[in-house]
């Protein structure tokens, strides 16, 4: 494998020296088991890719060996990556440097900004179920290693201290076998040799957000469901939080809200696409001047 290939992937330990002292020991142990089964199945599933060509991840189409997706399914994320974005709060704007109407330039609560790699919208929408519910951990990855393709989020990326994944709640990730958020970014601090940490927990379970279509439900639903691992550890970081999708922004307020009373030098977020109001797969139709926000893993 390359530098940063699956053998570099499954290196100990997850969480830096520097931070040995700060997190429990079951936290470490936990990680530990966790990245060593991921580990194994990732082996698998390149293995069998590299000895049997496939089909296209999206369109199921037969693609060359090496292969992820065929050039068309290409074309249409690269359109979807390529949308005029709000430099706050990430949502896609109808022309480039256009006035947000959803933010109004604010972004999201606590955050100093938040990136996106792309609209949730087909296929890219696609690819992240399958990361999230089909045990796609191969394309979480793939994703991954394609987002830093992009200049405003490699320069990210390079100005951060610690990347934090939203955490699941522990019955959630047993009954998924992973966090998508986890595996996110893992990929991403070790391909710039960051430190991930697992510095916010879920101290209680919380319903699906996709079953709620409106702000004020959804932030109910994540009130209180978050807290800090080791408050003071964020103290003087850079911090970059990192999930999936950005919907209503709910459970990424709610997070941003903890680390920001941390103190910490910055706090951004990533994500691998947000929501557009303007189009379907969006709960939630925001109207102008709407608070922005994201979708609960």
Known sequence: ?????????YKPPFISEKYSGIFPLSEKCDTMVYRYCMARQLW????L???YPGNCWICHQFVERGGRICGECEQRLVRLEQ????GACARPLAHPRQPCPYCLGKGVAHYDAVVAGGTYHEPLRELILQGKYHHGWSTIRWMAQRIVSQPHV???IEQTDVLIPVPLHWRRRWQRGYNQAQILAQTLARQFGKTVLP???????TASQTQ?????RRHENVRQAFG?????????????????????GATLGAVGGLISGDRPASLHGLVLAVADPRRGHSPLMLEPSAPPVELDP
Do not use: N, Y
């Open 228 to 248: 800090l691992v080791r408050p003071g550890a964020l103290a003087g970081r850079r911090v970059l939080v990192v999930d999936d999708v950005l919907t209503s």
């Open 49 to 51: 890719h590299w000895v």
């Open 212 to 216: 709620f279509h409106s702000h004020q």
């Open 154 to 156: 490699r320069s990210l």
């Open 1 to 9: 494998m390359g530098p940063h290939g699956l053998s570099d992937f």
């Open 199 to 205: 510095a916010v927990k879920r101290i209680r379970p």
């Open 44 to 47: 698998l599933a390149e293995l």
């Open 83 to 86: 949308v005029p974005r709000c």
